[in-house]
């Protein structure tokens, strides 16, 4: 029988993924496990599920991909946090600029 990966959506709340976890079919999917492996019909079931019960204009819950799409999924993912993270390494931090303003009143005061 053909299998299909599904996760639960990763929790951002700013765009609507709030689940953490979910039950169907005796399975409980947690949002920090990833994927799991499980049979097409109830893949096709939680490609339905949205993060909001009933209501179709919330975003789905599940990712649902094939192990191709899932491995592609992830790398994109992956590329996508270094980019952040290389970003915030870049950026000033307020002990950055305290440091700075010490160095420049010392500066000040060594010139009389």
């Not at 975003?59 to 993912?77: I, S």
Request: with cysteine; proline share 5%; charged share 35%.
């Amino acid at each position: 029988m053909e299998t299909m990966l599904v996760r639960l959506k990763p929790y951002d709340p700013r765009r609507g993924q709030v689940l953490r976890r979910f039950t169907y079919a005796g399975i409980k999917f947690h949002e920090e496990r990833g994927w799991y492996r499980v049979e097409a019909p109830v893949a096709a079931y939680l490609r339905t599920v949205r993060e909001v019960p009933g209501n179709d204009l919330t975003p789905p819950a599940f990712d649902v991909c094939t192990e191709e799409e899932a491995k592609n999924l992830d790398v994109r993912e992956e590329s996508e946090a270094r980019v952040r993270k290389s970003a915030s390494e870049a950026a000033i931090t307020t002990t950055d600029l305290t440091r700075a303003a010490t160095r420049v009143a010392d500066a000040r005061v060594k010139r009389g």
